[in-house]
């Protein structure tokens, strides 16, 4: 049953109710022992964080920054702060000083949390260039303080600033006084153009998205929920605050690159994720299957079409499979399926949400089929995450990405816009009016940029319309379709398609370097160095193949004609990739202009 409550007592009302049950999993940075914290200790460290904030003069709506990997403390610095009416901001771990600078100095931040040594020196870096900050308190107790740095102090000795709760009646007179219109955080959004911008987020809009959810996500205080996405990715943050409105479990995974194991290790039973997540999977298990021998090959390639028959044509479509078609899929369930989930750690397997990109219907078919529920929504920071999901109470189409929440009414505008309406829609940009005017229309819908259409109740997405490539030859393409499409080959790790204002649709790939160098080692194909590898010919020619296997559904003009193998992946630090890893293209067009020219010669 779900505690509706405002944020700033909400942790204080789950120890109430759950007590010495456990609240947290998670591991101290650095370290491979799993530890579990309760409801009750929560709340302790919850209220000793408010007390604390008060002895450092922290004012009611004050902006605070926090800095770090997913982790415990981030939690008892959110939740510390709602409960003393302040708002917090994340920042990814990965971003750089020049954008955590911005954002210090646009929301004015006066004190920092940081994670580990790569974000305590990158605040210590640009800590005189920001006159509003004024503290830097860091998590991981390891890191190595400066010694001139006179402004840092460790998680453990600001706690020391709450003991015994000095400053509680305070605490509870903001309590008190805590409204919806509070903002509780404003989220920079990564962007693929420009500057970031800061999207409010008020204790309303969550109170509203909170309900909503709830009426249609079956998370439940049973659940074990792996937190594998960033706190500050929208996604996860309004699911993992959902969760804790049920009593579910939170699973803190601090390091994203060991998501594998990390699930083998905690056996979780939701995870939220984005489309890559499932995209390596599913690639991981057709490499296993294209390497086993005839038999097990023949043996799995029957179980997914049994899977794909009982679990997307019968159950997803609302109906009871024939009884033929249970018994074989309980076989298959029990002799291949629950082998892969176990194999991911997913042997309690509950339902997976998945959002973020466009999800490649091959691989939403696939999951489904070993019997993992994913449940594709759609949604923006701007929407404070969901918009729309499947259903498991109503019939669910591979492709759509699933129908409104309660309370968001959804329009479709000029050029198929998605426009939406709703009470978890945010009220705009932190000191950005003039962005504010753009987004919004006369009647209040914000716009999305996302093209769709509405059928049976199901919204489908169409195409970000501002990425929308128009070829020299007059024809619309939509990029991210074709990428999702390739993304999928277990050889391909990124893609960028390239075809504004050209003749054809080209490619920039960054390969699986170790599938590639295993393949050249197994086909006798030698190089001296990776560049070689990459610009040799039967590579080329093995990925040319794979791709138009992939490419069969497109029309002609979308088609991938050229692309080039690049020997480094496209990064953050060379301004390639967003903080969500998206990529931006106009970088990639600028630093991977000899290569895109070289694509087009005749």
């Known amino acids: 049953?779900?505690?509706?409550?405002?944020?700033?007592?909400?942790?204080?009302?789950?120890?109430?109710?759950?007590?010495?049950?456990?609240?947290?999993?998670?591991?101290?940075?650095?370290?491979?022992?799993?530890?579990?914290?309760?409801?009750?200790?929560?709340?302790?460290?919850?209220?000793?964080?408010?007390?604390?904030?008060?002895?450092?003069?922290?004012?009611?709506?004050?902006?605070?920054?926090?800095?770090?990997?997913?982790?415990?403390?981030?939690?008892?610095?959110?939740?510390?702060?709602?409960?003393?009416?302040?708002?917090?901001?994340?920042?990814?771990?990965?971003?750089?000083?020049?954008?955590?600078?911005?954002?210090?100095?646009?929301?004015?931040?006066?004190?920092?949390?940081?994670?580990?040594?790569?974000?305590?020196?990158?605040?210590?870096?640009?800590?005189?260039?920001?006159?509003?900050?004024?503290?830097?308190?860091?998590?991981?107790?390891?890191?190595?303080?400066?010694?001139?740095?006179?402004?840092?102090?460790?998680?453990?000795?600001?706690?020391?600033?709450?003991?015994?709760?000095?400053?509680?009646?305070?605490?509870?007179?903001?309590?008190?006084?805590?409204?919806?219109?509070?903002?509780?955080?404003?989220?920079?959004?990564?962007?693929?153009?420009?500057?970031?911008?800061?999207?409010?987020?008020?204790?309303?809009?969550?109170?509203?998205?909170?309900?909503?959810?709830?009426?249609?996500?079956?998370?439940?205080?049973?659940?074990?929920?792996?937190?594998?996405?960033?706190?500050?990715?929208?996604?996860?943050?309004?699911?993992?605050?959902?969760?804790?409105?049920?009593?579910?479990?939170?699973?803190?995974?601090?390091?994203?690159?060991?998501?594998?194991?990390?699930?083998?290790?905690?056996?979780?039973?939701?995870?939220?994720?984005?489309?890559?997540?499932?995209?390596?999977?599913?690639?991981?298990?057709?490499?296993?299957?294209?390497?086993?021998?005839?038999?097990?090959?023949?043996?799995?390639?029957?179980?997914?079409?049994?899977?794909?028959?009982?679990?997307v044509e019968y159950l997803a479509r609302g109906k009871r499979p024939p009884l033929n078609v249970s018994l074989k899929y309980q076989f298959f369930n029990k002799m291949v399926f629950s082998l892969i989930r176990k194999e991911l750690g997913l042997e309690n397997a509950h339902f997976f949400p998945t959002a973020g990109a466009t999800v490649n219907p091959k691989v939403e078919e696939f999951v489904h089929s070993i019997g993992i529920n994913m449940v594709v929504g759609y949604g923006l920071t701007e929407s404070l995450a969901t918009v729309t999901h499947d259903r498991f109470d109503q019939p669910y189409t591979i492709g759509s990405v699933g129908r409104p929440i309660e309370g968001i009414e959804i329009k479709i505008g000029e050029n198929d816009e998605v426009l939406l309406k709703g009470p978890t829609i945010t009220c705009g940009y932190y000191k950005r009016p003039a962005l504010d005017a753009m987004a919004f229309d006369e009647e209040g819908f914000f716009h999305t940029g996302d093209a769709g259409f509405i059928l049976n109740g199901e919204l489908f997405l169409k195409e970000r319309i501002k990425d929308l490539f128009k070829t020299s030859n007059g024809k619309y393409i939509a990029p991210q379709m074709i990428e999702s499409k390739l993304l999928v080959d277990k050889y391909i790790e990124q893609v960028a398609v390239i075809a504004d204002e050209r003749k054809f649709v080209s490619a920039l790939i960054i390969p699986n370097y170790e599938l590639i160098e295993a393949y050249a080692k197994s086909h006798d194909i030698a190089y001296a160095s990776r560049e070689e590898l990459c610009a040799n010919p039967r590579i080329y020619k093995m990925l040319a193949n794979r791709i138009e296997t992939l490419q069969q559904s497109l029309a002609s003009y979308e088609k991938v004609k050229r692309f080039t193998v690049l020997p480094k992946p496209f990064s953050m630090e060379n301004g390639e990739l967003t903080n969500t890893l998206k990529i931006k293209r106009g970088v990639l067009i600028k630093n991977y202009a000899s290569e895109i020219e070289e694509m087009y010669k005749e």
């Not at 700033?8 to 947290?24: D, E, F, N, T, W």
């Not at 040594?117 to 210590?124: G, L, P, S, T, V």
């Open 1 to 311: 049953m779900q505690t509706k409550s405002h944020f700033s007592v909400l942790i204080h009302k789950q120890a109430a109710k759950y007590g010495s049950r456990p609240a947290i999993t998670y591991r101290e940075f650095g370290s491979t022992k799993w530890k579990t914290l309760t409801w009750n200790y929560f709340s302790q460290r919850v209220q000793q964080v408010s007390n604390a904030l008060l002895n450092l003069n922290v004012e009611i709506q004050e902006n605070i920054g926090v800095f770090s990997q997913n982790a415990a403390h981030s939690l008892f610095t959110d939740f510390g702060a709602y409960g003393i009416r302040a708002v917090t901001i994340p920042f990814y771990a990965t971003s750089s000083e020049q954008q955590i600078q911005y954002m210090i100095d646009d929301a004015q931040v006066r004190l920092l949390f940081v994670g580990e040594q790569e974000q305590y020196d990158k605040a210590r870096r640009i800590f005189s260039l920001c006159p509003t900050l004024e503290r830097v308190i860091i998590f991981d107790s390891n890191v190595k303080i400066a010694p001139e740095d006179a402004n840092a102090i460790y998680f453990d000795d600001f706690l020391k600033l709450g003991n015994g709760n000095p400053r509680q009646a305070e605490v509870e007179q903001r309590q008190a006084s805590a409204t919806d219109d509070d903002i509780c955080n404003i989220l920079y959004t990564s962007g693929t153009t420009g500057d970031s911008k800061g999207v409010i987020l008020t204790h309303g809009q969550y109170r509203a998205a909170m309900k909503a959810n709830a009426a249609t996500v079956p998370v439940n205080e049973n659940d074990r929920v792996m937190n594998f996405l960033p706190y500050t990715h929208i996604f996860e943050r309004g699911w993992t605050y959902l969760c804790i409105t049920v009593g579910a479990r939170l699973i803190v995974n601090t390091y994203p690159k060991e998501i594998q194991e990390t699930l083998r290790e905690t056996h979780p039973t939701c995870m939220c994720s984005v489309p890559r997540f499932w995209e390596k999977v599913y690639a991981g298990v057709q490499a296993k299957i294209d390497e086993a021998s005839g038999a097990k090959r023949a043996l799995f390639k029957s179980a997914l079409r049994c899977g794909r028959k009982h679990n």
